[in-house]
């Protein structure tokens, strides 16, 4: 499974910004897509997972009503939309996939910078 996340750019707190992780090459019957973050100095934590098939999404509670993830299954993408950001939010953000039998994400994407200016 390849994993290419981009859309992160420089916003204002409050803005929006749109991630996508375009996924390609082999991939799992079932499987769940998800997004993490990881700041300077923090480690990496979970943001939002949605299982392929659509159902079934979750999100960390620092962003739930904020930010939404969806998929497009004809373009293989996952999207990530990110509103009412703020400056906590900035980070480097990781698409990962995790087959339906595995208990951890087992691939990653490169990541994608969000810079949120106060």
């Known amino acids: 499974v390849q994993l290419q996340a981009s859309g992160g750019g420089l916003v204002q707190a409050w803005g929006s910004l749109r991630l996508s992780c375009a996924v390609s090459?082999?991939?799992?019957?079932?499987?769940?897509m998800g997004w993490f973050r990881q700041a300077p100095g923090k480690d990496r934590e979970f943001v939002a997972q949605?299982?392929?098939?659509?159902?079934?999404?979750y999100y960390a509670d620092s962003v739930k009503g904020r930010f939404t993830i969806s998929r497009d299954s004809a373009k293989n993408t996952v999207y990530l939309q990110m509103n009412s950001l703020k400056p906590e939010d900035a980070a480097v953000y990781y698409c990962a996939c995790r087959p339906n039998f595995s208990r951890e994400y087992n691939y990653w994407g490169q990541g994608t910078l969000v810079t949120v200016s106060s």
């Open positions: 949605i299982m392929w098939s659509g159902r079934n999404t």
């Open positions: 090459g082999r991939t799992f019957s079932s499987y769940f």
